[in-house]
């Protein structure tokens, strides 16, 4: 009952046009930033351990640019519910999609890695819209399983097969011999049992998942990283494909982990107010 509501509800909101959705997400930045200060202190906190050597004033500039963004990334996500694959493409352009249908066509997988960054939710079905070959956008499935049901069918809406990051490794052992594109949001919080390694990024000694660059080897594919970024306008983005990896046996151990989280940092630090500050992202401490 609590699917069929939720659902219903995100169904009827969706119906909306879009400059009646900005209307409310202009309300919501107000209501988060203002009055209830929506995880303000992880915002801020983040901010400053992540960009030390800017000031108080500059640092309260970017997250009030992120609570600016983030409630239109909510509606726009609502959107998704009802969005047509025309307007998707219309609201998402690609600047190279070659880069990533070229290792299709020779008959490789492709492991693409993205971040939290600008819409990923739009890109999901920007991505779905690309190429027949299968895609498996990797997720790490909520605690409430009545938001995760209800959304992973809204992502899988133009053919997308959204796959727990544990079943990732069967999933592509299936379709051995058939080209396909896996996708991993690699900025998430990994659990202490699912990695041991940190780097330094974002100017924190940060834990992160190891599974592209794992994945990328056993499979032999290429890394291609996606980069979202969102344009002037409001409510348009762009997606730009970048091959990290041609061939992961030429690289040692831990150096494709590196590779993709230095370029996403190098986007991130180039506009910061489109990642997700309210992340509690360095929860995870190394361990004594």
Not at 56 to 64: D, N, S, T
Not at 92 to 100: A, D, G, H
Request: charged letters at 25%.
């Amino acid at each position: 009952m609590k699917q069929k509501a939720l659902n219903a509800l995100i169904y009827v909101i969706s119906l909306l046009p879009y400059w009646f959705l900005y209307l409310i997400s202009d309300g919501l930045y107000y209501i988060l930033y203002y009055m209830i200060g929506y995880r303000k202190g992880i915002v801020f906190q983040n901010l400053e351990n992540a960009f030390p050597e800017k000031t108080e004033a500059e640092r309260l500039v970017i997250a009030k640019k992120f609570y600016r963004f983030f409630p239109d990334l909510l509606v726009e996500s609502i959107k998704l519910k009802t969005i047509s694959a025309k307007e998707v493409k219309r609201k998402m352009t690609l600047e190279n999609e070659e880069e990533l249908t070229r290792h299709l066509a020779a008959g490789k997988n492709v492991i693409g890695v993205t971040s939290h960054y600008a819409n990923w939710e739009l890109g999901i079905h920007r991505l779905s819209l690309i190429t027949d070959f299968p895609t498996l956008i990797v997720y790490k499935p909520l605690n409430n399983k009545d938001i995760d049901t209800v959304y992973n069918t809204m992502r899988g809406r133009f053919g997308a097969e959204m796959v727990p990051m544990k079943q990732i490794l069967r999933h592509i052992v299936k379709l051995k011999g058939q080209p396909n594109v896996s996708m991993l949001v690699a900025d998430q919080t990994p659990l202490y049992s699912d990695s041991d390694y940190f780097i330094n990024w974002l100017n924190q000694e940060t834990l992160v998942y190891t599974g592209a660059e794992r994945l990328s080897r056993i499979s032999k594919a290429p890394v291609v990283f996606c980069y979202i970024g969102r344009k002037a306008k409001r409510g348009q983005y762009f997606c730009k494909f970048v091959t990290l990896v041609e061939d992961p046996s030429e690289f040692a151990e831990h150096e494709i982990t590196d590779l993709h989280n230095r370029f996403a940092e190098q986007i991130i630090r180039e506009n910061p107010e489109y990642w997700l500050w309210s992340h509690n992202r360095w929860k995870r401490k190394r361990r004594k």
